[in-house]
T-cell receptor, first 110, second 115 residues
């Protein structure tokens, strides 16, 4: 399984953009990069995933480095409801066992 | 969107009791489901992979006789914590996906407290 490195925590002001980085230097060529988040006392929630190209959805954008060794989750306007732990997870094609690292705890200030 | 339902959401029971947790995929079929455990202020730890119609695959260090997994249909997996003790108190979470490389959908978790 590819290892990931994320900051332990980050802080943002409400309605400002947030860039959450993730290093995954050992990612294989066929691993997708998935992002999930976990709000307090809930199960994780899917945010976005991609392979090579940048991706956008209603929740966030995912910017993937050209060498695929890092990616950045972008929340365009943080809200208080975005306060959660964000996990970056490379997921291979051989199976979809999802292994969670420590993640980044995002604090959003009003 | 796809939904995974987990039941019960919360249970308190006496030491020595066995507790069953259900995980259902509501609008898709899941040949594989996953069970996680999460202690306070820690990340999710994968316990086992539940395979429809066959034995579950347990992660290293997880006792298969302690945590019984049954995946009898394409929409239901159950985790039974047998003879639970206070150290088994935790937040148990299941997940499922219809296809490889597609996002996992997670249940809302079961908070288990053993007195």
């Amino acid at each position: 399984d590819a290892k990931t490195t994320q900051p332990n925590s980050m802080e943002s002001n409400e309605e400002e953009p947030v860039h959450l980085p993730c290093n995954h230097s050992t990612i294989s060529g066929t691993d997708y990069i998935h992002w999930y988040r976990q709000l307090p006392s809930q199960g994780p929630e899917y945010v976005i995933h991609g392979l090579t190209s940048n991706v956008n959805n209603r929740m966030a954008s995912l910017a993937i480095a050209e060498d695929r060794k890092s990616s950045t989750l972008i929340l365009h306007r943080a809200t208080l409801r975005d306060a959660a732990v964000y996990y970056c997870i490379p997921l291979g094609t051989g199976g979809f066992k999802t292994i969670f690292g420590a993640g980044t705890r995002l604090f959003v200030k009003a | 969107g796809a939904v995974v339902s987990q039941h019960p959401s919360w249970v308190i029971c006496k030491s020595g009791t066995s507790v069953k947790i259900e995980c259902r995929s509501l609008d898709f079929q899941a040949t594989t489901m996953f069970w996680y455990r999460q202690f306070p202020k820690q990340s999710l730890m994968l316990m086992a992979t539940s395979n429809e119609g066959s034995k579950a695959t347990y992660e290293q260090g997880v006792e298969k006789d302690k945590f019984l997994i049954n995946h009898a249909s394409l929409t239901l997996s159950t985790l039974t914590v047998t003879s639970a003790h206070p150290e088994d108190s935790s937040f148990y979470i299941c997940s499922a996906s219809g296809e490889s490389n597609q996002p996992q959908h997670f249940g809302d978790g079961t908070r288990l407290s053993i007195l």
